[in-house]
């Protein structure tokens, strides 16, 4: 088992920024995925972006140029840097984290809310 631990959301104005972490309970080891997902009320859970072990990326087409996500393997902790925030980033925030096509664990979740 592991537990991912956010960090991170809160309220910010549009065109500001936050930084999301998420800290893995345990070492990870062989290939993997982490990464971000977020839901919006009323809305399905969609991909933000994923990060591989190795260090390639992905990013959902609304926030490429935005938000920049990386990945410290020593602290098993990933990162959301998100700039220029909308109002539709207004989300809760989900942290993913995909050890094979088995096993996958999920954050708690924090809130993210920009203001217009």
């Known amino acids: 088992q592991v537990q991912l631990v956010e960090s991170g959301g809160g309220l910010v104005q549009a065109g500001g920024s936050l930084r999301l972490s998420c800290a893995a309970s345990?070492?990870?080891?062989?290939?993997?995925?982490m990464g971000w997902y977020r839901q919006a009320p009323g809305k399905q859970r969609e991909l933000v972006a994923t990060?591989?072990?190795?260090?390639?990326?992905n990013y959902a087409d609304a926030v490429k140029g935005r938000f920049t996500i990386s990945r410290d393997n020593a602290k098993n902790t990933v990162y959301l840097q998100m700039n220029i925030l909308k109002p539709e980033d207004t989300a809760v925030y989900y942290c993913?984290?995909?050890?094979?096509?088995?096993?996958?664990?999920w954050g708690q979740g924090t809130q993210v809310t920009v203001s217009s």
């Open positions: 990060i591989r072990n190795g260090g390639s990326t």
């Open positions: 993913h984290l995909r050890l094979s096509i088995l096993y996958a664990y």
């Open positions: 345990r070492s990870i080891f062989g290939d993997n995925a």
